[in-house]
């Protein structure tokens, strides 16, 4: 069965980390492009960052602006993951974030900020930024 699975999502105060991961089965993550979304309530999925696959040694990665310098995509390929570090975490950054992933790019080194590159998607984990 093709699934993806996040986790690591949970409530933070302002300024704080969380590390998300996004976990497949029946994919090996590292043959395709990723992406992280975010869904605030009552708002549309927006994309916040998307990782290429490592087909070669150095890994394209592109951010939302609104995310640069404080998240970082990256992957573990021995553990089948993709994380999304969330670093000086406002409460903007609210929302339910999905890892989604686009079979069609099958070692396709580049990605796009755009839900509609990605068929698949997970079910997402909350995170909320509050005092």
């Known amino acids: 069965q093709l699934q993806l699975v996040e986790s690591g999502g949970g409530l933070v105060q302002p300024g704080g980390s969380l590390r998300l991961s996004c976990a497949a089965s029946?994919?090996?993550?590292?043959?395709?492009?990723i992406a992280w979304f975010r869904q605030a309530p009552g708002q549309a999925r927006e994309a916040i960052s998307c990782?290429?696959?490592?087909?070669?040694?150095?890994?394209?990665?592109a951010y939302a602006d609104s995310v640069k310098g404080r998240f970082t995509i990256s992957r573990d390929n021995a553990k089948n993951l993709v994380y999304l570090q969330m670093n000086n975490l406002s409460p903007e950054d609210t929302g339910v974030f999905h890892c989604a992933l686009n079979r069609a790019g099958w070692r396709q080194t580049t990605c796009r900020l755009s839900p509609d590159y990605y068929a698949y998607w997970g079910q997402g984990t909350p995170v909320t930024v509050s005092s």
């Open positions: 990782i290429g696959s490592s087909e070669i040694s150095t890994t394209y990665t």
């Open positions: 029946g994919f090996t993550l590292k043959d395709y492009p």
